[in-house]
């Protein structure tokens, strides 16, 4: 995992719950943990690993996750315990 992930890592936990991160950023960490993406129909997007799959749609027109994405993508994380 490099900086950028960590850092994005550490947004994710940050309390108050952060709902600017770049959508694009949380992407490439859930890729770095080694989540395989299955694309969906419009915006939607699976990540998928060691049995867990979380389902999300990808933010538009803006590129920053919204609070709800960012708690579902900590929940996520915390399943496969994947931590700051």
Not at 25 to 32: G, H, K, M, P, Q
Not at 51 to 60: E, L, V
């Amino acid at each position: 995992m490099n900086n950028k992930h960590r850092k994005t890592l550490q947004q994710l936990w940050a309390e108050p719950v952060n709902g600017n991160i770049e959508w694009g950023r949380i992407e490439a960490l859930l890729n770095n943990v080694g989540c395989r993406v299955i694309e969906g129909a419009g915006s939607s997007v699976t990540f998928e690993l060691r049995g867990y799959k979380a389902t999300f749609h990808r933010p538009r027109p803006n590129k920053e996750a919204l609070r709800y994405r960012v708690i579902a993508v900590r929940e996520f994380l915390k399943r496969l315990e994947v931590t700051p």
